[in-house]
């Protein structure tokens, strides 16, 4: 069964760094790329990257280029999202999902979620 | 605002057929197929609809996809209370190599 087992909430204050994680598990890790999407409160979902945990591959939306950094450990099938310097702005609901490829493509295994919440 | 447009509601009744609505343009929905997921509340998207009208395993088969030109539908029949969520298309961009969604569309079952 495949399954991505994110990290669990996290409150923080503005300027701090973060770094959240998505385990991986009941398919090949390595084979997959694995993606990141915000949802913030009561909005709709934004595609922020993906990543191809093989040769580290990134792809970032032009509009979280810059302000995250998507990394994966692959011997331990976990990607990760991270922040440098956190803003009130970043609160939100973020999700791992795999991509399923070929000829199309979609997300098809969501993660659990993991809220973050900035505030001083 | 997303380049991909849904209304911003819908409701029906028990028993009823619905239809959600997705329009982009020709580079966008007419370029590439559309997915659809389903957020019931508090929980995480799933995937409803891929490759237009295709459903993963266990999705019933109340849900249909289909797509023409630069419009996508997502049709449920048979409307249970249980499927009352939101709802958001996607198709993905090529020249972004990444996903685009819907603005999503809150259902609700009256």
């Known amino acids: 069964e495949v399954q991505l087992v994110q990290s669990g909430a996290e409150v923080k204050k503005p300027g701090e760094s973060l770094k959240i994680s998505c385990k991986g598990s009941?398919?090949?890790?390595?084979?997959?790329?694995i993606g990141w999407v915000r949802q913030m409160p009561g909005k709709g979902l934004e595609w922020m990257g993906i990543?191809?945990?093989?040769?580290?591959?990134?792809r970032y939306s032009p509009s979280f280029q810059g302000q995250v950094t998507i990394s994966a450990d692959k011997s331990i099938t976990t990607a990760y999202l991270q922040w440098s310097s956190l803003k009130a702005s970043d609160t939100a609901m973020y999700y791992c999902?795999?991509?399923?490829?070929?000829?199309?493509?979609?997300?098809?295994?969501w993660g659990q979620g993991t809220l973050v919440t900035v505030s001083s | 605002q997303s380049v991909l447009t849904q209304p911003p509601s819908a409701s029906g009744t028990p028993g009823q057929k619905i239809t959600i609505s997705c329009s982009g343009s020709?580079?966008?929905?007419?370029?590439?197929?559309v997915n659809w997921y389903q957020q019931l509340p508090g929980t995480a998207p799933k995937l409803l609809i891929y490759?237009?009208?295709q459903r993963p395993s266990g999705v019933p088969d109340r849900f249909s996809g289909s797509k023409s030109g630069t419009s996508a539908s997502l049709a449920i029949s048979g409307l249970q209370s249980e499927d009352e969520a939101d709802y958001y298309c996607?198709?993905?961009?090529?020249?972004?190599?990444?996903?685009?969604f819907g603005g999503g569309t809150k259902l609700t079952v009256l």
């Open positions: 020709s580079s966008k929905i007419g370029s590439n197929t």
């Open positions: 999902a795999r991509l399923q490829g070929g000829n199309e493509y979609y997300f098809d295994f």
């Open positions: 490759s237009n009208n």
């Open positions: 996607a198709v993905w961009d090529d020249s972004l190599n990444g996903p685009v």
């Open positions: 990543m191809y945990p093989v040769d580290s591959d990134t």
């Open positions: 009941g398919y090949s890790f390595s084979n997959y790329w």
